[in-house]
């Protein structure tokens, strides 16, 4: 079957059929994917009944994988990441106010996942395992066609700014919610390149999100109010695409360009299991001694 490729929106998304993933797949399907995501972004497939070591396979497809940054109770390990309102052990939902959900809520601020790391992450691959018949879409942002509608000089204003991304930084912004500390000291604040350009095609795009504390030699407030509003234009209505999930749903996003949030839903009611597998990196986005790369 020859694969499909359907945009979403007029800025970001396509959805791809004609595919089992769940199976291995070939190096053409891989390149015509990764393509894809290059173009589209967010990629969203349907009927992708994995578990996790199929979810393992396919994803080391596109790269290496990131390991957690710490074991949650329950969790099934490395590489896989459970981002659900379910503890494993019990099957049972997380009681109201239980420090799981709290945590989970993090994911509710507009991000890109890994960018407070050295070499920031190239995809997440997200798969509903059990998905809530109401509330808990995922929010996609583009921040290509974002950049793309800067009026030229706030483009260059732009080019070679460096931001810190901070995980304590953003954990911070979480009421009530303070990470292991063991997940704090492995993530000491990184920079990046705040203009950054997709080696495959070409296009260009700026870099923010919730981690992204403040621009390197700037006055703290006025960096951080930057990179904040470069949220709010990336979030306008034309450059935003929510999935509502549907179960077995899988969906692929760019973290180098997008970025995304988890929205509310209820989840004392609801059960919600979605495991996410994110593949790294080739580099960092800053030389060694601290410029912003061209391409990264
Ligand atoms: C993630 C994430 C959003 C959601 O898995 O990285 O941010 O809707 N998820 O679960
Ligand atoms: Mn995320």
């Given at each position: 079957m020859p694969i499909t490729i359907q945009k979403l929106t007029d800025t970001i998304g396509a959805e791809i059929g004609?595919?089992?993933?769940?199976r291995p797949v070939d190096d053409e399907t891989v390149n015509v994917l990764k393509s894809a995501l290059d173009d589209y972004s967010v990629l969203v497939f349907r009927d992708?009944?994995?578990?996790n070591d199929s979810q393992i396979a396919f994803s080391q497809r596109f790269g290496a994988l990131e390991n957690m940054l710490y074991k949650k109770e329950?969790?099934?390990?490395?590489p896989i990441s459970n981002i659900t309102?379910?503890?494993?052990?019990?099957n049972e939902i997380f009681p109201p106010g239980h420090h799981r959900l709290t945590g989970n809520s993090?994911?509710?601020?507009?991000h890109t996942d890994s960018?407070?790391?050295?070499?920031?992450?190239y995809c997440s691959m997200l798969s509903g395992r059990e998905v809530p018949p109401e509330g808990a879409d995922t929010q996609f942002a583009t921040c290509r066609a974002a950049y793309e509608s800067l009026p030229e000089s706030e483009q260059r204003q732009l080019d070679g700014l460096v931001a810190e991304h901070n995980y304590a930084y953003s954990r911070s912004k979480v009421k009530g919610y303070s990470p292991p500390a063991e997940a704090i000291a492995q993530v000491p604040p990184v920079q990046h390149a705040v203009v950054r350009t997709?080696?495959?095609?070409g296009r260009k795009n700026y870099y923010t999100g919730a981690h992204a504390s403040h621009i390197i030699g700037w006055p703290l407030e006025k960096g951080r109010h930057l990179l904040e509003e470069l949220v709010v234009r990336a979030t306008r209505p034309e450059f935003v695409y929510a999935h509502q999930w549907q179960p077995l749903d899988f969906v692929i996003w760019d973290n180098r360009c997008v970025l995304h949030r988890a929205t509310a839903f209820d989840s004392a009611k609801y059960r919600r299991v979605m495991r996410r597998t994110t593949v790294a990196g080739i580099?960092?986005?800053?030389?060694?001694?601290?410029e912003a790369l061209a391409v990264a």
């Open positions: 004609g595919v089992d993933l769940t992708q009944a994995f578990d329950g969790d099934g390990g490395t309102n379910v503890d494993m052990d019990t993090g994911n509710e601020m507009w960018s407070f790391k050295p070499v920031p992450a997709n080696p495959g095609n580099g960092p986005t800053v030389s060694e001694t601290g």
